[in-house]
């Protein structure tokens, strides 16, 4: 069975995984990017949840354990930070992994 690329209609070979030879268009976005994506979108909740006051969140109503929240309460802007940075981090790994393999076909 022949895959052709969505770009330009080129007939693609067996063992393309990312890029079309011909048009170098991305056919599959990598897994990380998607994760990344996540981890940004996270990091969007978290904001809301730092504007809106990380101590009217429920944490120190005996559900998670007190020494846990008030530590998570204090160090809040680092969550944010953190799940904004390791989103960030896995996107552009992704990114540079597209790049990579298209200087491969492109050298090829």
Same mark, same amino acid.
Do not use: H
């Given at each position: ?15 393309? #995984?990312?890029?079309?030879? !011909?048009?170098?268009?991305?056919? $599959?976005?990598?897994? @990380?990017?998607?994760?990344?994506? +996540? =981890? ?18 429920? #944490?120190?109503?005996?559900? !998670?354990?007190?020494?846990?929240? $008030?530590?998570?309460? @204090?160090?809040?802007?680092?969550? +944010? =930070? ?27």
């Amino acid at each position: 069975m022949s895959f052709r690329c969505p770009e330009c209609y080129a007939e693609l070979p067996e063992d393309t #995984l990312w890029v079309c030879p !011909v048009c170098r268009y991305t056919l $599959r976005t990598p897994g @990380a990017a998607k994760v990344g994506v +996540v =981890f940004m979108v996270l990091g969007l909740v978290l904001l809301g949840a730092f504007v809106y006051g990380p101590d009217q969140l429920g #944490l120190s109503n005996g559900f !998670v354990p007190t020494d846990l929240a $008030r530590m998570t309460i @204090a160090n809040f802007p680092l969550l +944010v =930070f953190g799940a904004f940075a390791l989103g960030a981090l896995l996107v552009v790994a992704a990114a540079l992994k597209i790049r990579g393999e298209q200087a491969r076909v492109a050298s090829a």
